[in-house]
């Protein structure tokens, strides 16, 4: 009898894993966990939704099965992190985040891309604004962020600041603002500037406007590797955006230092990616798809660090970044 000497159980999971995420889509798409604060029957969920009884009892089963539902007698519920993130009700809803990102880091037709190749276009522009929306994925962040991100940005703060400082902060590519945001709300005295992208810069103007916080920060409207981002910072957040600098890290790494004020700091959020571009797993896979697009952003933490270094900027603390998105890193650096 031939063995082979192998054990075929990672495929099978790979298998399993797919299909679990399938059930969660479903989930979310048929807003099964905003009827499912309090016990009810399958019946009672079809009588309100209008779904087929038999099928919907089927797949209550199996959201039972992975995790996502707890069932007593015929009554099912959601289980704690459903209840929090995929109830539509719960102000840390992440269904529709989750549904974009899904998209926007899809691997559909990755085995024709493989065959066909980059779009010739994406590859001689490198934009991550020509593959990304980046402006749906800075309103939608707005929750996201507060799964954990912006907590540990607090955190790493007031390390460093005390909460009567007048800080001038820069939030560079804030996205939603709302690093910015809460720390001009936790610093009283603290004011500043969002910069973003003209496409996208009216999201963090809404959300600082809906906060009250207009006449404390400014936001914006520019290309953070070409235009003014300003100077006299004692706070400049990087979070997310070296990437997107990455046709000239060491020039976008002396404009952040021409911007800060002596002793002043740089709070970076970066992947942590190894300089052979394998690890950490998620980063790989989740810029896979843009990168088969023509993009060719990713940075690695030597190349970053080398950068920084250069420009004047001394890593102070590292901490992983709490929340929804794994593999994340705060580090805070000091401009001596
Ligand atoms: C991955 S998002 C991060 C957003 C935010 N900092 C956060 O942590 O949630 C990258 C952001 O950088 C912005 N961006 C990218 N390239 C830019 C550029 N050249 N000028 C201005 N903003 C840019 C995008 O619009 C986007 O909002």
Excluded at 20 to 35: K, P, T, V
Excluded at 74 to 80: A, I, V
Excluded at 88 to 103: D, K, T
Excluded at 231 to 239: K, N, P, Q, W
Aim: hydrophobic letters at 45%; proline letters at 3%; one cysteine or more.
């Amino acid at each position: 009898m031939k063995n082979p000497g192998q054990n075929p159980g990672m495929l099978y999971r790979m298998t399993q894993q797919f299909k679990e995420a399938q059930l969660l889509f479903a989930g979310i798409e048929l807003d099964i966990f905003s009827h499912l604060s309090a016990e009810a029957s399958a019946v009672a969920v079809a009588g309100q939704t209008g779904y087929d009884a038999r099928n919907l009892a089927l797949f209550l089963n199996s959201l039972v099965a992975v995790g996502l539902l707890k069932k007593n007698g015929e009554c099912f519920q959601n289980t704690p992190v459903a209840e929090v993130f995929l109830n539509r009700h719960s102000s840390f809803y992440l269904g529709e985040y989750l549904v974009f990102w899904n998209e926007m880091t899809s691997l559909h037709r990755v085995a024709e891309r493989v065959r066909l190749g980059p779009d010739v276009g994406i590859q001689q522009h490198n934009q991550g604004g020509r593959v990304y929306n980046f402006r749906e994925l800075a309103r939608l962040s707005a929750t996201e962020i507060y799964t954990g991100r912006v907590q540990s940005f607090l955190q790493a703060i007031r390390d460093i600041f005390s909460p009567a400082s007048a800080l001038r902060l820069l939030d560079l590519g804030g996205g939603s603002g709302m690093m910015a945001i809460e720390c001009a709300a936790h610093f009283p005295q603290a004011s500043g500037v969002i910069f973003e992208h003209p496409l996208v810069a009216d999201i963090p103007e809404q959300f600082v406007k809906e906060r009250g916080l207009a006449g404390r920060l400014a936001v914006w409207h520019g290309d953070f590797t070409t235009d003014d981002i300003g100077t006299g910072y004692d706070l400049i957040i990087a979070s997310g955006i070296l990437d997107f600098a990455s046709a000239d890290l060491p020039g976008m790494a002396n404009r952040i230092a021409e911007a800060l004020q002596p002793h002043g700091y740089l709070y970076l959020v970066s992947h942590q990616v190894g300089e052979d571009f394998l690890t950490p797993k998620e980063s790989i896979v989740n810029w896979l798809s843009s990168h088969l697009d023509g993009l060719n952003l990713l940075q690695s933490r030597q190349s970053i660090d080398a950068a920084l270094a250069a420009a004047g900027l001394t890593k102070m603390s590292q901490q992983a970044q709490a929340g929804v998105i794994s593999g994340l890193v705060g580090e805070l650096y000091h401009f001596a």
